[in-house]
């Protein structure tokens, strides 16, 4: 598994291909400088200068025998990548270091969650459902997740299709991010296989 980061920089939308710059043709100059920091990051991790285009569900396109995730924050891009031997699906995601209010805590915090900083509880909880909606889990609100924290290893219980998420939270010094991962070992559950991210006013499915 390969793990890296790059700041935004909108210097990258001139390297980006015809194709790629094509997803964002409408987009506004922050959201392209975030698109196109993002496909530079998965060219290298990648090795690759192919356009990497997107899915149907709005996650790059990942080349055969590969699996991933990327996602942003203000500041940089960060991406994870590995191979489809080992993993059956990876997570990622990041937030940047904020005070949070009570309406925040109540929308991500269960009564059964550790009394941990809330921001950092849903960035496990979006990194655990990426990975797990590439199996088919259903679109769900952070309420529904129940996390374990020891450490810096979580365990994220996702409902229909049950399932237990292994990840890891790590602090920046300016971000919370996670990575979670279900091992290629794991066989993928039965259920509707439907995308989107578990709080829309937070956070966005990879691009």
């Known amino acids: 598994m390969k793990i890296s980061a790059l700041p935004i920089d909108k210097a990258h939308v001139a390297g ?3 194709e790629e710059l094509a997803l964002v043709a409408t987009a506004r100059d922050q959201r ?10 998965l060219h290298q991790l990648l090795g690759t200068d192919m356009p990497i285009m997107r899915a149907s569900n709005g996650a790059p396109a990942w080349p055969e025998g590969v699996v991933g995730s990327l996602a942003h924050d203000r500041l940089q891009a960060v991406a994870v990548v590995g191979s489809a031997d080992e993993y059956r699906a990876i997570g990622i995601d990041i937030e940047p270091h904020a005070e949070a209010n009570d309406e925040l805590r109540e929308s991500v915090l269960r009564g059964d969650d550790p009394d941990i900083d809330p921001i950092a509880a849903f960035v496990m909880k979006e990194a655990a459902y990426k990975a797990w ?13 129940r996390l374990h924290v020891e450490g810096g290893a979580f365990t994220a219980e996702m409902p229909t299709p049950e399932m237990i998420v292994h990840g890891t939270l790590t602090n920046t010094g300016e971000s919370w991010m996670a ?5 290629a070992s794991v066989s993928a559950p ?3 296989r439907t995308h989107g991210p578990i709080l829309t006013a937070h956070s966005r499915l990879d691009d």
């Open 133 to 145: 909606s590439d199996l088919g889990g259903e679109i769900v609100g952070p309420l529904e997740v």
């Open 16 to 18: 980006l291909h015809a």
């Open 179 to 183: 990575i979670a991962t279900v091992p």
């Open 32 to 41: 392209l400088a975030e698109f196109a920091s993002g496909r530079a990051l």
């Open 190 to 192: 039965a259920g509707r």
